[in-house]
């Protein structure tokens, strides 16, 4: 199997110590495949939505944005298709009692301890609770195992509100839940999750080139993040693998430490979720294109990535290590409209007070057009490492010198290289170099 250099564990422990990912109620032995983002995690996971939005929202005329609720009528999950077939074939170890994805295994025993396994049996994924107050008369409701049926349901709405003719779609950020089985791979496949869709609608006929049109797109957006073009890659779906809705399917595919694996789905799903719709819930979900003076059930592209995966290839993409004077350097290459921290001012001497307001008025200086942070917790080794590692592409420093030249020492990330710059051209310089953020 195909691997990166990189191993999830060091991913998982910088993480971790620098706070971009925590096991979730960790505190309490935590809970399987559930995660919470530190205070860095949470700026790389908003960065990564954000240009997910601007990419197929703002600089786009066609797409209009959503955010539908979670807990849905269960109605919508019977005409779907989730309620009768999101679910994994399953067997249970007799002996060491552990629970297998059938489609998993290799041979016919357990292949923890060689135990005899069961019949397989069909589990739901899906979560199960309870809308409510009244003892005996609450309703079971699911918590939505995908973003996309929000935004089917909510296909008239937008489009009458919205006034769009078709080719248009509808694109949501948002939570998703599913119990799986096959869990392991630090966040890769998560309980509690995010996903990006957009559901396209078009005119059927004209759905495989808009189809083609997805793939390329979505493609590229990855490498836009600055995840190297080596590392993705697009698997079609055999027929077999296709999903109960899907005509066609295309995998984005990252080269993750554990082998290629997928990023984002881009679905063909024809016309089959606005046709089971219109049947359950009995409203018209057809379309009226008066210019041909047409009716239909438009065909839907669906491009659906995961937030949490986008997360972790970028983090596994900009890790590199190198020797320096013979000490192991960690840093993450980060792109700069991804960096957590856009600029870290620090002190070269925490105990002289002329430097360190020097230090604080600089940041206060950058604040307001991004973040930027002072540290004086270290010495300045330390304090450049942690930068490193946490992917700050810029760091300030204010010497004994700079009280008397006025000068400071801005030093880039990748390459450390330092220039001495007029304190009064700071702001200037690190514009130029983060690219107009
Ligand atoms: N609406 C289509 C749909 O949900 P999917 O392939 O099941 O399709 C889309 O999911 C994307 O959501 C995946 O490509 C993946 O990035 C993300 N995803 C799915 N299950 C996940 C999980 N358990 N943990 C993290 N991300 C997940």
């Keep these: 199997m195909e691997?990166?250099?990189v191993e999830l564990k060091d991913i998982a422990n910088l993480c971790k110590r620098?706070?971009?990912?925590?096991q979730s109620s960790e505190i309490y032995g935590g809970i399987g495949s559930v995660w919470d983002y530190g205070p860095l995690g949470v700026e790389l996971k908003n960065a990564v939505k954000r240009e997910w939005w601007k990419s197929m929202v703002y600089d786009r005329d066609d797409v209009e944005g959503l955010d539908a609720a979670i807990l849905m009528n269960p109605e919508v999950w019977k005409a779907s298709g989730h309620v009768a077939s999101f679910a994994d074939l399953l067997v249970d170890c007799l002996e060491c009692k552990k629970r297998f994805r059938i489609d998993k295994l290799e041979g016919k025993d357990c292949p923890e301890c060689g135990g005899k396994l069961t019949e397989p049996k069909s589990f739901n994924l899906m979560f199960k609770t309870q809308v409510g107050s009244v003892e005996g008369q609450a309703t079971d409701v699911y918590l939505r195992p995908e973003t996309a049926q929000g935004i089917f349901v909510n296909f008239e709405n937008v489009l009458n509100s919205s006034r769009k003719k078709l080719p248009f779609g509808i694109a949501q950020i948002g939570k998703a839940f599913r119990n799986e089985i096959t869990t392991g791979n630090f966040t890769f496949r998560s309980r509690e999750f995010e996903q990006m869709e957009l559901e396209f609608f078009v005119k059927p006929g004209e759905d495989e080139k808009w189809y083609d049109y997805w793939v390329a797109a979505r493609l590229e957006w990855y490498t836009s993040l600055g995840i190297r073009k080596e590392h993705l890659r697009l698997r079609e779906h055999e027929k077999e693998e296709l999903a109960h809705y899907a005509k066609r399917c295309h995998d984005v595919e990252y080269l993750f430490p554990m082998g290629w694996s997928?990023?984002?789905?881009?679905?063909?799903?024809?016309d089959f979720d606005l046709k089971q719709h219109s049947r359950l819930s009995g409203q018209d979900l057809v379309y009226f294109d008066d210019a041909a003076d047409e009716r239909f059930i438009p065909y839907v592209i669906e491009p659906s990535g995961g937030v949490d995966r986008a997360v972790l290839a970028v983090?596994?993409?900009?890790?590199?290590?190198?020797?320096?004077?013979?000490?192991?350097?960690?840093?993450?290459?980060?792109?700069?409209?991804?960096a957590p921290i856009k600029v870290a001012v620090l002190p070269l001497l925490k105990n002289r007070p002329e430097i360190v307001e020097m230090a604080k008025g600089i940041r206060d200086d950058l604040r307001g057009d991004y973040r930027a942070v002072y540290d004086d917790t270290a010495s300045i080794g330390r304090l450049y490492r942690r930068q490193d590692e946490i992917g700050t592409p810029y760091c300030v420093t204010v010497d004994v010198e700079s009280l008397d030249d006025g000068k400071v020492t801005i030093r880039e990330r990748d390459s450390m290289e330092q220039d001495r710059v007029d304190?009064?051209?700071?702001?200037?310089?690190?514009r130029e170099r983060l690219c107009g953020l």
Excluded: H, Q
């Excluded at 993409?317 to 350097?329: F, G, I």
């Excluded at 009064?424 to 690190?430: A, G, H």
């Design 18 to 22: 620098r706070g971009y990912i925590f």
């Design 423 to 430: 304190v009064s051209r700071v702001k200037e310089v690190l």
């Design 262 to 270: 997928e990023l984002e789905g881009i679905a063909n799903r024809a």
């Design 3 to 5: 691997k990166t250099g």
């Design 315 to 338: 983090l596994v993409d900009a890790y590199r290590t190198e020797t320096v004077r013979d000490r192991k350097r960690v840093y993450l290459a980060l792109d700069n409209r991804l």
